[in-house]
């Protein structure tokens, strides 16, 4: 199972009268999807269930990470429990996640990227490939994706609370 208090405190050698302290929890998670090198939504939570929920939307409104866009951005709060939920969804994440390298169902051109959980300074990334379709790794992406919807909906269910614009080569473009 993916540790949600990975880090015990470091007990220094040199200092004798130092004595570990409890477990660190997880300050923040972070997810973001991405396509051809194009983001295409993501998000970010803190333990006191405030974050952001983003979504491209390409200018042309084709679909698809091609083309002039923007980022929306949805804040939301949905507290302690709220952060609990989604953490509980990602406990039962394999420890060590299982990789697509090997995988021998591959379909290419699939969304891709990464679960980040952060605790001080240290983050654990967990890499992600929906191209992969061996059942094993089906059965972890089940997590990963029912985690995202989940914060999708509470994300969804806010107004946009801020707009960034980007150009065809992904370059911000300036507000004139």
Not at 21 to 29: D, H, P
Not at 83 to 96: Q, R, S, Y
Not at 100 to 105: D, G, S, V
Request: aromatic letters at 10%.
């Amino acid at each position: 199972m993916i540790r949600f208090a990975p880090l015990a405190a470091l007990v220094l050698s040199a200092c004798a009268t130092t004595t570990p302290t409890a477990e660190a929890s997880v300050e923040r998670i972070a997810y973001d999807t991405n396509s051809w090198g194009r983001v295409v939504s993501g998000w970010t939570i803190g333990p006191d269930g405030e974050g952001t929920w983003y979504e491209r939307v390409n200018d042309s409104g084709q679909p698809g990470p091609v083309g002039p866009y923007q980022l929306r951005h949805h804040d939301f709060d949905v507290g302690k429990a709220g952060f609990a939920e989604l953490e509980a969804l990602l406990a039962d994440l394999p420890d060590p996640a299982p990789s697509a390298t090997n995988c021998r169902q591959f379909r290419t051109d699939d969304l891709y990227g990464t679960l980040r959980l952060t605790t001080g300074a240290t983050t654990e990334e967990i890499a992600y490939n929906q191209g992969c379709r061996d059942a094993p790794y089906q059965a972890f992406m089940a997590h990963l994706l029912e985690a995202n919807a989940l914060v999708a909906d509470w994300g969804k269910a806010t107004p946009v609370s801020r707009t960034e614009r980007y150009g065809r080569d992904g370059a911000p473009v300036s507000e004139q």
